[in-house]
Structure formats: structure tokens, C-alpha cells
């Protein structure tokens, strides 16, 4: 019985190496942390690196987008500028066009209105002229006409005189006379 109890004892000692190596063999397959404590660490410690690496790459992905956007917004900035200081000076192009036209209807008007009141003028003016001109010459006939009477007046006047002296000497010269056929009126 001793060999029995021998190996009795073998195949308990051989069965409870052969569990104590399966139980080891299957935390070191499942990686368990019972087996191997510092790679867990060590895989820990990497997962923070990665994490430390991916939080600066995102903290630099996060300043290059919001680099890129203030640029996209700094660019939108200036086209709207530009499209704004285009408006504005195609404005100002369509004012000053306006103003010339305004200016130009306005010189035109002017023109206008200076010509036709020309043309009324010589219009008036023409009648009221030749008005003038024959009123000017019936007034120079007129004229004439009185400075004829004038001198036929004066002339009638010195033969009334001289009559009168001859009719003077005739009477005698005592101061009477007689009358005479012509009297002055």
C-alpha cells in the first residue's frame, strides 16, 4: 500500500502541479495583471502618453482651426470691404453720370430758354423797331414839315413887315393909316 499511497500522492502532487502551471498558463495567456503587474503599468503609462499626445494634437488641431478660421473669417471680412467699397464707388460713378445729366438738361434748358426769349425779343422787338423807324421818320418829316412852316411863317412875317413899312410911308407920316387888308393874328 505504500506503493499505492506513493503514487497516489504522485498523481495528486503531478495533478496539482499540472493545475498550479494550468492556472499560471492561463493568467499569462489572458493577461491577467496576477502575472505580469509592470505591464499593465507600463501599458498604462502608454495610454497616458497617447492621451497626453492626442490632447496636444487636438489642442493644435483646435488653434489651426480656429487659425483657419479666423483667416476664412479675416478673408470674408475683406471681400465683403471690397465688394462694399465697389458698391460705393459704382454709386458714386452713377452720381456724378446723374449730376452731368442734370447739369447738361439744365445747360440745355438754359440754351433753350435763352434762344426763345432771343427770339421773342427780335420778335417784339422787330415790329416796335420798324414802329420806331416810321415814327422816326414821320417825326423827321414832321419836323421838316414845321421848319417849312417855320420859314414860311418868318417869311411871311418880314413881307407883312415890310408892307406894313411901305403902308407907313404912303400914309403920309402923320401917323394915320388906314386899314390895311392883312392883319396879324
Given at each position: 500500500?505504500?506503493?499505492?499511497?506513493?503514487?497516489?500522492?504522485?498523481?495528486?502532487?503531478?495533478?496539482?502541479v499540472?493545475?498550479?502551471?494550468?492556472?499560471f498558463?492561463?493568467?499569462?495567456?489572458?493577461?491577467?495583471?496576477l502575472?505580469?503587474?509592470y505591464?499593465?503599468?507600463?501599458?498604462?503609462?502608454?495610454?497616458?502618453?497617447?492621451?497626453?499626445i492626442?490632447?496636444?494634437r487636438?489642442?493644435?488641431?483646435?488653434?489651426?482651426?480656429q487659425?483657419?478660421?479666423?483667416?476664412?473669417?479675416?478673408?470674408?471680412?475683406?471681400?465683403?470691404?471690397?465688394?462694399?467699397a465697389y458698391?460705393?464707388?459704382?454709386?458714386e460713378?452713377?452720381?456724378?453720370?446723374?449730376?452731368?445729366?442734370?447739369?447738361?438738361v439744365?445747360?440745355?434748358?438754359?440754351?433753350?430758354?435763352?434762344?426763345?426769349?432771343?427770339?421773342?425779343?427780335?420778335?417784339?422787338?422787330?415790329?416796335?423797331?420798324?414802329?420806331w423807324?416810321?415814327?422816326?421818320?414821320?417825326?423827321?418829316?414832321?419836323?421838316?414839315?414845321?421848319?417849312?412852316?417855320?420859314?414860311?411863317?418868318?417869311?411871311?412875317?418880314r413881307?407883312?413887315?415890310?408892307?406894313e413899312?411901305?403902308?407907313?410911308?404912303t400914309?403920309?407920316?402923320?401917323?394915320?393909316?388906314?386899314?390895311?387888308?392883312?392883319?396879324?393874328?
Open positions: 500500500m505504500l506503493v499505492n499511497n506513493s503514487i497516489t500522492g504522485a498523481l495528486v502532487l503531478l495533478v496539482v499540472m493545475l498550479v502551471i494550468g492556472v498558463a492561463g493568467l499569462a495567456i489572458s493577461d491577467s495583471d502575472v505580469n503587474p505591464r499593465n503599468q507600463a501599458e498604462a503609462e502608454r495610454i497616458r502618453q497617447e492621451a497626453a492626442q490632447a496636444q487636438d489642442a493644435i488641431d483646435l488653434q489651426t482651426y487659425r483657419e478660421q479666423e483667416l476664412r473669417l479675416q478673408a470674408l471680412e475683406q471681400q465683403r470691404a471690397d465688394e462694399q458698391r460705393q464707388a459704382w454709386q460713378a452713377k452720381l456724378h453720370l446723374l449730376r452731368m445729366a442734370g447739369t447738361t439744365m445747360i440745355t434748358i438754359d440754351l433753350a430758354a435763352l434762344i426763345l426769349g432771343i427770339a421773342v425779343a427780335f420778335r417784339v422787338i422787330a415790329p416796335a423797331r420798324r414802329i423807324i416810321q415814327s422816326s421818320a414821320e417825326v423827321q418829316a414832321t419836323r421838316g414839315q414845321m421848319r417849312r412852316l417855320a420859314r414860311e411863317n418868318e417869311r411871311l412875317l413881307r407883312l413887315n415890310l408892307l413899312q411901305e403902308m407907313a410911308l400914309e403920309g407920316g402923320n401917323g394915320h393909316r388906314k386899314e390895311s387888308p392883312i392883319r396879324r393874328a
